[in-house]
């Protein structure tokens, strides 16, 4: 936000006024005020208020929590611009979080609604057809398997989260144009919906049949965490491959059996930031602010910063050590590129600002506002945005962790790292050219591909094999 010659300064701004201003039960009147800011300047006093609210739940203040909610409440909208979109689904959040203290209060609040498998689907294909990153995930994971299985006459994939017939129907399309001809392929999809399944099947057997292409489809109705390595039925002479796209996460899960552990520093962040300072700083970005202000105000819990912990996760040790023993003769890994899985409350909360707040900018620039849009926003965004803060032990699923983390973890359990190829790099390039925003990002890091928008990255796609074929 620059200050325009003619303007009031940012000292006779009433929002001068905001960083006087606590969360307190004295202080539960509206601020008409408030309502009368600019779009930056709402954006930021949201992020100090969130922030300031997310202390006070995390502290276990009930009142000012909810005096909290009350101020966000007159500058929150699901249907305003960026922040306040944002605004409104980390409050739903926090506010769920609350609840969750009055276990009867929250579960008759919650009796009637129905959890619908068939949206969840729904708004995965529309973030699938309304941004680049999941087709970005399908069309490297797909190169990454042609490449790994030249020559190979007798191909077996392994779908962790089978849902979108499209990844495979333009695999079989390019192995079907292989010189030497197309192998005998078998993928086994793995969902906990069997119509889900159903549907895969129907599709991709179709295609096959188009194709010319042995093919064959193993359905596994399941989820993730509870997967019987068993029903994989790995043949003798099949060429294993593994494809994990925004699932691997969810397994770590199992693992949080320990006692929470609260932050020592939850109370401070409230005032470390003087919001004088904040307008300042007319230059930044709202993700600048939140990365180098709000999250550095907060200091990180000691198992943000530390290096991944393989004793506090033996489950996910166990299920990676399954697969290993598959002998994968390459394993593709897409994850979100962000640290959710922190035992503290406001370490998951100001991470969470910044990723969500880059993705739901992301949709801004380059989605026209529809229906469509604000499903993603909804049903997919915002319920990731609730598991990540209002809930914890196993049914906290969205467990996200950077590359720093899933390297050694990978590594650990057995598997050598694939650098994925220039040709795989060049293939992304163009793909994200041919949407026409220059928002978006792809750089290689360590060998493998991270997907930005603008300086933010936000997914991470790394390739591994069984070491033997290392």
Same mark, same amino acid.
């Given at each position: 936000?620059?200050?325009?010659?003619?303007?009031?300064?940012?000292?006779?701004?009433?929002?001068?006024?905001?960083?006087?201003?606590?969360?307190?039960?004295?202080?539960?009147?509206?601020?008409?005020?408030?309502?009368?800011?600019?779009?930056?300047?709402?954006?930021?006093?949201?992020?100090?208020?969130?922030?300031?609210?997310?202390?006070?739940?995390?502290?276990? %203040?009930?009142?000012?929590? %909810?005096?909290?909610?009350?101020?966000?409440?007159?500058?929150?909208?699901?249907?305003?611009?960026?922040?306040?979109?944002?605004?409104?689904?980390?409050?739903?959040?926090?506010?769920?979080?609350?609840?969750?203290?009055?276990?009867?209060?929250?579960?008759?609040?919650?009796?009637?609604?129905?959890?619908?498998?068939?949206?969840?689907?729904?708004?995965?294909?529309?973030?699938?057809?309304?941004?680049?990153?999941?087709?970005?995930?399908?069309?490297?994971?797909?190169?990454?398997?042609?490449?790994?299985?030249?020559?190979?006459?007798? #191909?077996?994939?392994? $779908?962790?989260?089978?849902?979108?017939?499209?990844?495979?129907?333009?695999?079989?399309?390019?192995?079907?144009?292989?010189?030497?001809?197309?192998?005998?392929?078998?993928?086994?999809?793995?969902? =906990?919906?069997?119509?889900?399944?159903?549907?895969?099947?129907?599709?991709?057997?179709?295609?096959?049949?188009?194709?010319?292409?042995?093919?064959?489809?193993?359905?596994?109705?399941?989820?993730?965490?509870?997967?019987?390595?068993?029903?994989?039925?790995?043949?003798?002479?099949?060429?294993?491959?593994?494809?994990? #796209?925004?699932?691997?996460?969810?397994?770590?899960?199992?693992? $949080?059996?320990?006692?929470?552990?609260?932050?020592?520093?939850?109370?401070?962040?409230? %005032?470390?930031?003087?919001?004088?300072?904040?307008?300042?700083?007319?230059?930044?970005?709202?993700?600048?602010?939140?990365?180098? $202000?709000?999250?550095?105000?907060?200091?990180?819990?000691?198992?943000?910063?530390?290096?991944?912990?393989?004793?506090?996760?033996?489950?996910?040790?166990?299920?990676?050590?399954?697969?290993?023993?598959?002998?994968?003769?390459?394993?593709?890994?897409?994850?979100?590129?962000?640290?959710?899985?922190?035992?503290?409350?406001?370490?998951?909360?100001?991470?969470?600002?910044?990723?969500?707040?880059?993705?739901? $900018?992301?949709?801004?620039?380059?989605?026209?506002?529809?229906?469509?849009? =604000?499903?993603?926003?909804?049903?997919?965004?915002?319920?990731?945005?609730?598991?990540?803060?209002?809930?914890?032990?196993?049914?906290?699923?969205?467990?996200?962790?950077?590359?720093?983390?899933?390297?050694?973890?990978?590594?650990?359990?057995?598997?050598?790292?694939?650098?994925?190829?220039?040709?795989?790099?060049?293939?992304?390039?163009?793909?994200?050219?041919?949407?026409?925003?220059?928002?978006?990002?792809?750089?290689?890091?360590?060998?493998?591909?991270?997907?930005?928008?603008?300086?933010?990255?936000?997914?991470?796609?790394?390739?591994?094999?069984?070491?033997?074929?290392?």
């Amino acid at each position: 936000m620059v200050q325009k010659e003619g303007s009031s300064s940012v000292n006779s701004s009433p929002l001068q006024l905001f960083s006087l201003m606590s969360l307190s039960p004295g202080l539960g009147s509206p601020y008409p005020w408030l309502r009368e800011l600019k779009s930056e300047e709402r954006g930021l006093c949201l992020i100090q208020l969130l922030v300031a609210c997310a202390n006070q739940v995390a502290a276990g %203040n009930v009142e000012n929590a %909810n005096v909290g909610l009350e101020q966000i409440s007159h500058l929150a909208s699901p249907d305003g611009d960026t922040m306040q979109r944002i605004a409104a689904y980390f409050t739903e959040a926090l506010a769920d979080r609350m609840l969750k203290g009055w276990p009867g209060l929250h579960k008759a609040l919650n009796s009637t609604k129905i959890s619908s498998v068939s949206e969840e689907i729904l708004a995965q294909r529309l973030f699938f057809d309304l941004c680049p990153f999941l087709r970005l995930s399908y069309v490297i994971t797909n190169l990454a398997i042609i490449e790994a299985m030249e020559g190979e006459k007798m #191909v077996h994939i392994i $779908d962790l989260h089978s849902f979108e017939p499209a990844q495979w129907i333009d695999l079989l399309q390019a192995l079907s144009a292989r010189p030497e001809g197309p192998p005998h392929l078998r993928i086994t999809g793995i969902h =906990e919906q069997k119509e889900v399944l159903e549907l895969m099947a129907h599709r991709l057997i179709e295609e096959a049949g188009k194709l010319d292409i042995p093919f064959q489809f193993n359905p596994i109705v399941s989820k993730l965490e509870n997967l019987d390595i068993e029903c994989l039925h790995v043949k003798n002479g099949e060429a294993l491959a593994i494809s994990s #796209v925004l699932q691997l996460h969810s397994v770590l899960a199992l693992d $949080d059996e320990m006692p929470r552990r609260q932050s020592p520093s939850v109370s401070k962040s409230l %005032n470390s930031v003087p919001i004088q300072r904040v307008f300042q700083m007319n230059s930044l970005t709202l993700g600048d602010f939140l990365e180098k $202000d709000v999250v550095n105000g907060c200091s990180p819990s000691i198992d943000s910063l530390s290096p991944v912990s393989f004793a506090s996760s033996p489950k996910m040790g166990s299920f990676l050590n399954a697969l290993r023993g598959l002998s994968p003769k390459l394993m593709v890994v897409t994850e979100q590129e962000s640290n959710h899985n922190a035992h503290s409350l406001m370490d998951r909360v100001t991470e969470a600002l910044n990723f969500y707040a880059t993705l739901f $900018d992301c949709l801004e620039s380059t989605v026209p506002r529809s229906i469509e849009r =604000e499903k993603v926003e909804k049903m997919l965004f915002g319920e990731e945005i609730k598991n990540i803060i209002a809930c914890e032990g196993l049914e906290r699923k969205e467990r996200h962790e950077r590359l720093e983390k899933w390297i050694p973890r990978l590594e650990l359990a057995g598997f050598g790292r694939v650098p994925l190829s220039y040709h795989g790099m060049l293939q992304a390039t163009r793909l994200l050219q041919s949407y026409g925003y220059d928002g978006y990002r792809i750089k290689e890091e360590k060998g493998c591909l991270v997907i930005f928008w603008q300086t933010t990255p936000l997914f991470s796609i790394s390739a591994w094999r069984f070491r033997r074929y290392s």
